[in-house]
Structure formats: structure tokens, C-alpha cells
């Protein structure tokens, strides 16, 4: 099916998703309860892979830096700037769309495989508004708090690295942390892991709801929804990077 | 009461109905019956709007349901209860909580009468003592009855069911449309159920309409299913091999 089809569907699935609640009080529990699994479900992988970025960003950055006129304290800089500026936001956002994004199709998918959803609308409820907006909302809240714990676990992770090889003294990592500081690179980054929360939960839903057929097409839905979720991912980053930085 | 009139239905091109008219009786147990493939599932998805017709009316006591504005159509909801194939039970609730769930989001009760209402609910399809399970620990023919539970919760008027028998041992399926029978009688609902269960057709058929290749083939009911003269209706009951050699 075509790429127009695919954007008239999704936009209509998205207008369906935010249409009126059957029940507040029920909403806010779904909430919660998405955005605890979603969210701090995603926490250890998150961070795993801050961590080690950090510490591998902070050990590539001291074996190019062999010029004796570069200061080391700009190692420090070069790995906070790339924590927040595209590592915390970015490429978590791709870590999070393979576990986040799989998951939310495959459980959509299984659910209209297995009856579920019809079994919600017989009853009268919206149910794409009923089962994706607490996981569209309730990622889209937890991921700010992912992303600065990201930044400072990239950047222990790079303090850490330096300080353990010897690549450079704690004193000149911590100083190239405070140096030149850019405030505004933490909600570019904030804003951008908003953003990109928002696709890897709304595209794979949109995915696996609209699954037909049993456990095969779940399964493709769940990798389709993986692939075009990062292909956003990367598009928006091009578009958000252009719009807030240039 | 529901009353199909001229209702059609196409897929791709592919007529799946044609022409259906049909009334289903209050108080009652009403059989689709038919082979697979015949249309009868498309039919009982059509009657409930889960997809859209490309022809005809399906009247709910005269509101013709397809033409309602999606508030009325949601007013008419509520009054149904569907037990599907599959069951549909939410994965992650417990059997209460799956059986509470059209309370929470329609009612105004408070939680002591929500849980009475679930009692009554799961007492009704003898289930009480599993309440705090989850749909994965229990059986086949247990989550059948909660779904049934769950479809009573809400006390409708219309009851569906798509092949409320299909990956049942016998006993098991004589046992769902009994109690099928009995709620259908105590509420005084018009219950619909897709079928091609031989014992369910003797079994609970009050009304039975039998379709063939999307058409309304043959309207009776268990009493004289057995004795019709109509030949494509004798060759689908009697290709079972116990009704055929015990009619030798």
C-alpha cells in the first residue's frame, strides 16, 4: 500500500486516538501504569547503553586529540556535548524504539489478532483512544526524566573511562564539563526526545492496530513498525536539528 | 427484536451478502447456521457494525443502527454483549477485573456494587472461585464463561456469539449453550449465535437461519430442522456421519 495511504491512515488513527475519553479516572490510571512499564521499564536499558556511549565517546575523543596545542579539557566538553546534544536524545531514541516500539506493536497486533480491540468497540469504547493514548502520553511524560538521567550517566560513564585509563585527570574532564556551557542544548535535547517519543509509540501502535491476519503478521507489523520508527527518528532529527539550532 | 432488511456486503469488489432479510426474536436463541465461508460470520459482523455494509438496514427494536450518529450508536452498544471465537479477554486483567471492566467505564456504581454485580456475574456461569485468576491460568471452556460474564455484566439486550463452541470437548459445548439458553430466557435477550455445531443446532436452535453463499437459504427452527425437505440443508446436517447412519 502506498506512502499517501499510510499518511491518510496514521493521521486518522491519531485523530481517533485523541478524540473524547470514555472516563477520565480510567485514563489516568492507564496512565500511570504505561508510563511506570514504558517508561521506567526502559530505565536499566537506558542506563546500559548511556553509560558505556559516554565512556566510549570520552576514550575516542582522547586518542584523536594528540595535538599538545588542543587543551585535554576539551575531551570533557566533546563527550557532555555529545551526550546532550545527540547521544541522550538520539540514539537512546533508536535503543528505544526497538524495545518501546516492538512491544507496543506486538501487544496492539495481538490484541486485534486475538479479538480484543473488536471486543472494546462492541462495547462502545474508542479503542485506539482507550489503549494507545496512556502509552503515547505516558512516554511522552517519562522521557524527559530518561533523557537527563542518560546525559549524567554518559558523562559518568565518560569520567569514569578517562580517569580509570588515564587518558586524562579528573580535574580537566570535570573542567571541559563546565566549560563553555550551552544551557539551551538540554531542552534542544529534551525537546527532541519529546518528539521522538511521540513516534516510536503512535507509529508502531498504528502498526499493530491495524494488523490483519494472526501471530506472522504480528510479527512483521513489529519489525515494520521498528524499521519506520527509526527512519523517522532520523528525518525529525535532521528537521528538529535545522529548526532549533540553526 | 433485530431486523435485517436487504442488508449486502462486498468485499473488493466480491459480493459476501446478498439480499438479506431476516428478523431474530426477542426471548429468544437465534442460530446462524451455514458452511464455512457461506457468509455467516460477515453477517454477524455486519449486524454489530464491525465493519461497514454497502447496503441494507439493521434495526435494533427500529433504530436502524447504521444510520445513527456515533452518540446514538454508542447508546446502542451498551446495550450488547458479544461473546467472541477467540473469548477476547484482556490479557492482563484478572478474571473480576475482566468481568468489572464495562462497570468501570459505564457506571456510575460504587465498588461494593461493582463487586456484587461481579459475583453475581461469575456465580452465574459457575466461576466464583476463580475470580482472582488471570485468562492464561484457566481453561478453554473457562474463558468462554467469563467472557460470558463480562458480556452479561453490563445486563444487555442483545447477546452475540461467534462460534461460542469452536475448541471445545463436547460436554464442555453442551454446557456453554445451556447456560447460553438459560441467560438468554432469564434476561429475555435477543441472542444471536454463529454456529455449525450440529448439537447446538438441536440443541438451543429456537430460531435457526441457515445461510448459503450469502443468502438466506432456509428459516426454521430445531424442531423441524431434522424433517426439512430443503436439499442443501439436508446435505450440510446430514453430512455429519452419526446423523447419517442413524438415519439409514
Known amino acids: 500500500m502506498g506512502l499517501f495511504f499510510h499518511i491518510g491512515r496514521y493521521s486518522s488513527f491519531i485523530f481517533k486516538v485523541f478524540g473524547k475519553p470514555e472516563r477520565f479516572n480510567i485514563y489516568f490510571t492507564n496512565f500511570f501504569r504505561e508510563a511506570w512499564s514504558l517508561g521506567i521499564g526502559s530505565l536499566g536499558i537506558v542506563v546500559i547503553i548511556s553509560f558505556f556511549m559516554g565512556a566510549v565517546v570520552t576514550l575516542q575523543t582522547a586518542y584523536n586529540f594528540e595535538s599538545p596545542i588542543i587543551p585535554l579539557y576539551l575531551i570533557g566538553l566533546t563527550a557532555r556535548d555529545s551526550m546532550l546534544l545527540e547521544f541522550s536524545s538520539t540514539i537512546v531514541a533508536l535503543i528505544l524504539a526497538g524495545k518501546v516500539g516492538s512491544n507496543i506493536a506486538s501487544e496492539m497486533g495481538t490484541m486485534r489478532v486475538t479479538e480484543q480491540i473488536d471486543a472494546l468497540e462492541i462495547m462502545g469504547i474508542n479503542p485506539a483512544a482507550f489503549l494507545v493514548r496512556p502509552k503515547i502520553l505516558g512516554m511522552i511524560f517519562i522521557v524527559p526524566f530518561l533523557t537527563v538521567i542518560s546525559m549524567f550517566i554518559g558523562m559518568v560513564g565518560g569520567f569514569l573511562a578517562s580517569v580509570g585509563t588515564g587518558v586524562l585527570s579528573a580535574h580537566d574532564y570535570i573542567y571541559g564539563l563546565h566549560y563553555a556551557f550551552i544551557p539551551w542544548y538540554v531542552f534542544y535535547s529534551l525537546i527532541k526526545s519529546v518528539v521522538f517519543a511521540f513516534l516510536y509509540t503512535s507509529v508502531p501502535a498504528y502498526f499493530g492496530y491495524h494488523v490483519k491476519g494472526g501471530a506472522l503478521e504480528v510479527g512483521k507489523a513489529s519489525t515494520r513498525a521498528v524499521v519506520i520508527s527509526s527512519i523517522l527518528i532520523l528525518i525529525f532529527n535532521l528537521i528538529l536539528t535545522q529548526l532549533l539550532l540553526a | ?248
Open chain 2, 1 to 248: 427484536m433485530i431486523t435485517v432488511i436487504d442488508l449486502h456486503k462486498e468485499f473488493a469488489g466480491r459480493t459476501v451478502l446478498e439480499s438479506v432479510t431476516v428478523e431474530f426474536e426477542k426471548g429468544k436463541t437465534n442460530l446462524i447456521i451455514g458452511q464455512s465461508g457461506s457468509g455467516k460470520t460477515v453477517l454477524l459482523k455486519s449486524i454489530v457494525a464491525l465493519h461497514n455494509i454497502d447496503g441494507g438496514s439493521v434495526l435494533y427494536n427500529g433504530r436502524d443502527f447504521h444510520k445513527l450518529n456515533k452518540r446514538k450508536q454508542k447508546d446502542v452498544r451498551r446495550e450488547m454483549g458479544m461473546l467472541f471465537q477467540g473469548s477476547a479477554l484482556f490479557d492482563s486483567y484478572t478474571v473480576a477485573d475482566n468481568v468489572r471492566f464495562p462497570l468501570d467505564v459505564f457506571t456510575n456504581q460504587s465498588k461494593k456494587e461493582k463487586m456484587k454485580r461481579v459475583e453475581f456475574c461469575l456465580d452465574r456461569v459457575n466461576l466464583k472461585e476463580a475470580d482472582h485468576l488471570l485468562p492464561s491460568e484457566i481453561s478453554g471452556g473457562m474463558q468462554k464463561r467469563v467472557a460470558i460474564a463480562r458480556a452479561i455484566s453490563m445486563n444487555p439486550k442483545y447477546l452475540f456469539c461467534d462460534e461460542p463452541n469452536s475448541g471445545l470437548d463436547p460436554k464442555t459445548a453442551v454446557l456453554i449453550d445451556e447456560l447460553l439458553m438459560e441467560l438468554t430466557h432469564e434476561f429475555g435477550m435477543t441472542t444471536i449465535v454463529n454456529t455449525h455445531d450440529l448439537n447446538s443446532m438441536v440443541g438451543i436452535g429456537e430460531k435457526i437461519v441457515f445461510i448459503q453463499k450469502g443468502q438466506v437459504e432456509w428459516v426454521g427452527s430445531k424442531d423441524n430442522l431434522l424433517q426439512t425437505d430443503n436439499k442443501i440443508v439436508k446435505d450440510f446436517i446430514y453430512s455429519s456421519k452419526i446423523l447419517h447412519d442413524s438415519s439409514i
